[in-house]
């Protein structure tokens, strides 16, 4: 059974930083693509990030660029977000969710960790 | 980039059927045949129900099923059931390895 669990969400004052983790299982983890997909309390979906299988190609929406950074272990089965210079605007619960290619994003979604951002 | 257009609510009774609607341009849902939509209930992670426009995932019910015609995708709910109340978010390849969602429309079955 394909599990993701993210972790490392919480509480961080606007400028501050933070770690997500997503941690794999159930499926071959250093074959597929990773995301990172945020929803603000109440609102739509937003796609974060994207890393491929060796992480040789990465992505990031605009308004995160330059300050989250996404990386994976496959030896470890892992996916990170490491979010800096943190803005109220960044408060949603984000999600590590899998994808087997541009015909079949997001086939997979973690539960989800909130962060807030707040002074 | 902004959003797709999808309408920010629909309602149905216990057995019709109800079409959601998913607008974006010439340059994303009208460019390209992938547009895969997704079912959300409160406080649960998104579910993947649609893929390339009108395929469904091994396990998703047949009563889901989606269309394009030009800039235009939908989701079509049959014989709708008290579990379908939920968000559903519509998402499209734009290029570049990217996708953009809609923002979302709440189905409520009366």
């Known amino acids: 059974e394909v599990q993701l669990v993210e972790s490392g969400g919480g509480l961080v004052r606007p400028g501050g930083s933070l770690r997500l983790s997503c941690a794999a299982s159930?499926?071959?983890?250093?074959?597929?693509?990773l995301n990172w997909v945020r929803q603000a309390p109440g609102k739509g979906l937003e796609w974060v990030s994207s890393?491929?299988?060796?992480?040789?190609?990465?992505y990031y929406a605009d308004s995160v660029k330059g300050r989250f950074t996404i990386s994976r272990n496959n030896a470890k089965n892992s996916l990170s977000l490491q979010m800096n210079s943190l803005r109220a605007e960044d408060t949603a619960v984000y999600y590590c969710?899998?994808?087997?290619?541009?015909?079949?994003?997001?086939?997979?979604w973690g539960q989800g960790t909130l962060v807030t951002v707040s002074s | 980039q902004s959003a797709l257009t999808q309408p920010a609510s629909v309602s149905g009774s216990p057995g019709q059927s109800i079409t959601i609607s998913c607008t974006g341009t010439?340059?994303?849902?009208?460019?390209?045949?992938?547009v895969s939509w997704y079912q959300q209930h409160p406080g649960k992670a998104p579910k993947f129900i649609i893929f390339?426009?009108?395929k469904r995932p091994s396990g998703v019910s047949d009563r889901f099923s989606g269309s394009k015609s030009g800039n235009t995708a939908s989701l079509t709910i049959s014989g709708l059931q008290a579990d379908d109340e939920a968000d559903y978010y519509c998402?499209?390849?734009?290029?570049?390895?990217?996708?953009?969602f809609g923002g979302g429309t709440k189905l409520t079955v009366l």
């Open positions: 969710a899998r994808d087997r290619g541009i015909s079949s994003p997001f086939d997979f």
């Open positions: 159930g499926f071959t983890f250093s074959s597929f693509t």
């Open positions: 890393i491929s299988s060796s992480s040789s190609y990465i």
């Open positions: 010439s340059s994303d849902v009208g460019r390209y045949n992938l």
């Open positions: 390339e426009v009108t």
């Open positions: 998402c499209s390849y734009v290029g570049g390895s990217i996708s953009l």
